[in-house]
């Protein structure tokens, strides 16, 4: 039986500290060769910091880190070539134009992609004779992808490629990568919007305070709460968990920003006895909303919190 393939990318035991601060918790993780994996999490999740240990821009404070089956050591020269890198935010000179910009980034590469090639993947190649100043914020992203794809990488890095884009630049980002999954390409995504790494990612690492929560497919994760639908409700006044649980259909009751959530199977079984409830202790129900259970849920589940209250994290 011939041995299984090596993993693209694997940490054991991986750790990051600032002082007395854990950035990076005692990570597992290991990425298939083709697979797009997402690290999905509040910011200040320890997920930036994880991708540049892997990246070879930050030294971990301990444990082991493979790349492509290498540890990094010297100046990784030849390991480097083998990737793309995306940062969270990416500063050009503004002065240059988009051609003139991606044929310096492909000049890195002893092999890669035409620059012409690596702007139309992008859809920007009309835009190769503008300057770079130009550019809106979603065309600038696309640019900064373009430079990370010009090198024609194994793996890619993709640190909140999405972050401050309206809908529309970030669904054609979206589409970019679905493109990349489609040729084989190994990623590593990193993400706080629950959308994104469902309709990307084969699997996710739920990670929170520098700690892996979870990890499976977006649909098992999902699928691990017990039920399929989550009812949202906000009252004036006290609903007590027991007999929120107690309610037919109930699986889970949860409370995160004033609202109480309860995960049920059956929403048109859940609602009439959860507003019968309510009516017979003389409350009023501010809010009542029902949504499919998302990526969200599961997080608030592990976490106690939502993804949105580790914004203001670095």
């Not at 009516?279 to 009023?284: K, M, S, T, V, Y």
């Amino acid at each position: 039986m011939a041995a299984p393939a090596p993993a693209a990318l694997l940490c054991r035991a991986l750790v990051k500290r600032y002082g007395e601060l854990a950035a990076v918790d005692r990570l597992d993780l290991e990425v298939a060769a083709g697979e797009c994996f997402g690290l999905l999490g509040p910011n200040g999740a320890g997920k930036t910091t994880t991708v540049e240990i892997f990246e070879g821009l930050t030294e971990p404070s301990a444990g082991e880190v493979l790349v492509l089956g290498e540890r990094w050591h010297g100046d990784g020269r030849e390991l480097r070539t083998r990737l793309g890198i995306q940062l969270q935010e990416t500063r050009f000179p503004e002065k240059l134009r988009v051609g003139e910009l991606i044929a310096v980034f492909r000049s890195f590469y002893r092999r890669g992609l035409e620059p012409d090639e690596a702007l139309a993947r992008v859809s920007l190649a009309e835009k190769r004779g503008a300057f770079v100043r130009t550019l809106s914020g979603g065309q600038k992203q696309r640019l900064s992808l373009a430079c990370a794809l010009v090198g024609d990488p194994e793996v890619l890095f993709l640190d909140e490629p999405t972050t401050g884009l309206d809908p529309a630049s970030r669904r054609q980002i979206w589409e970019i990568v679905e493109d990349l999954k489609a040729r084989g390409r190994t990623i590593l995504l990193t993400t706080h919007y629950m959308e994104e790494a469902a309709r990307l990612c084969d699997r996710v690492a739920i990670v929170d305070r520098g700690r892996k929560l979870a990890e499976d497919t977006p649909r098992a994760l999902v699928a691990s709460l017990g039920a399929e639908h989550v009812v949202e409700l906000e009252v004036e006044g006290e609903l007590a968990d027991g007999e929120l649980a107690a309610l037919p259909g109930v699986e889970a009751v949860r409370r995160a920003e004033g609202a109480i959530r309860l995960t049920v199977a059956d929403v048109a079984r859940a609602v009439p006895p959860l507003l019968a409830l309510v009516a017979a202790h003389g409350l009023e129900a501010r809010r009542l909303a029902t949504h499919h259970a998302t990526l969200e849920d599961v997080f608030l589940a592990l976490a106690g919190r939502t993804l949105a209250d580790g914004e203001g994290g670095g």
